[in-house]
């Protein structure tokens, strides 16, 4: 049997909310009932935002992986801690 639950939240909040299930495809109804079924079953509430770097991170992220990719600014394989030393001593 299914039943209507009314809450009260931020116009903004669920407008985002309704965006984000729908760019994944689900419905924000199936996205609640989720939410209220761990919340259920794990008696507890967490709240996270996922970690993300900031702008100039960001940037020198994107040209770390071009030069990997170009193969560039890296350092050759070493086989030996003393080795590794005489490199960066060089």
Do not use: C, W
């Amino acid at each position: 049997m299914k039943t209507m639950l009314n809450i009260k939240t931020d116009r903004k909040l669920k407008e985002e909310a309704q965006k984000t299930a729908k760019a994944l495809g689900l419905p924000l109804s199936l996205v609640i009932n989720q939410y209220l079924k761990e919340f259920i079953h794990e008696r507890r509430v967490e709240f996270s935002e996922p970690l993300a770097p900031n702008v100039k991170t960001q940037k020198l992220l994107e040209k770390i992986k071009k030069d990997i990719q170009k193969r560039k600014n890296l350092s050759p394989v070493f086989s030996s801690a003393d080795e590794a030393i005489k490199h960066l001593n060089s």
